[in-house]
């Protein structure tokens, strides 16, 4: 895709055909005193992604009991450190996994008899907790 301008600013038409998510290929030149510069040199231009703080969201609520987890969190990440225990403090499970922005995740090889537990997910510092029924 070529877009182009005829003044120095691109149109918010232009940019809303733009894919966000996506990286570009792009050459600029600048107009100095009522002359055009010659084209630069190539370079990749992004927008990055949104960033939210942790969270997380397990479902469904509940499970049954020998069910894997279910779980997703709103942006990307790679390596949360993942940890199940019971309302002891006693830890059950624990696992490193990459998300997706909202997709679905499973930790499996979770042998959680009915009960309430703790799910807690670690990522760069930050921490956030949830509740897991298991029936």
């Given at each position: 895709m070529t877009l182009s301008s005829p003044t120095h600013q691109i149109s918010t038409e232009l940019l809303a055909m733009l894919d966000f998510q996506e990286t570009y290929t792009v050459k600029c030149r600048a107009s100095v005193e009522s002359s055009w510069t010659d084209w630069g040199a190539e370079c990749k231009i992004g927008f990055g992604e949104k960033t939210y703080p942790l969270n997380l969201e397990i479902f469904p609520q509940p499970?049954?009991?020998?069910?894997?987890?279910?779980?997703?969190?709103?942006?990307?990440?790679?390596?949360?450190?993942?940890?199940?225990?019971?309302?002891?403090?006693?830890?059950?499970?624990?696992?490193?996994?990459?998300?997706?922005?909202?997709?679905?995740?499973?930790?499996?090889?979770?042998?959680?008899?009915?009960?309430?537990?703790?799910?807690?997910?670690?990522?760069?510092?930050?921490?956030?907790?949830?509740?897991?029924?298991?029936?």
């Open positions: 499970i049954a009991s020998g069910q894997p987890i279910q779980m997703r969190m709103k942006g990307s990440r790679e390596n949360v450190e993942i940890i199940v225990m019971d309302l002891t403090g006693k830890i059950n499970r624990t696992a490193n996994l990459n998300f997706s922005h909202m997709e679905p995740n499973t930790m499996a090889g979770t042998t959680l008899q009915s009960g309430l537990y703790l799910v807690q997910a670690i990522h760069e510092g930050q921490s956030v907790t949830k509740k897991l029924v298991v029936e």
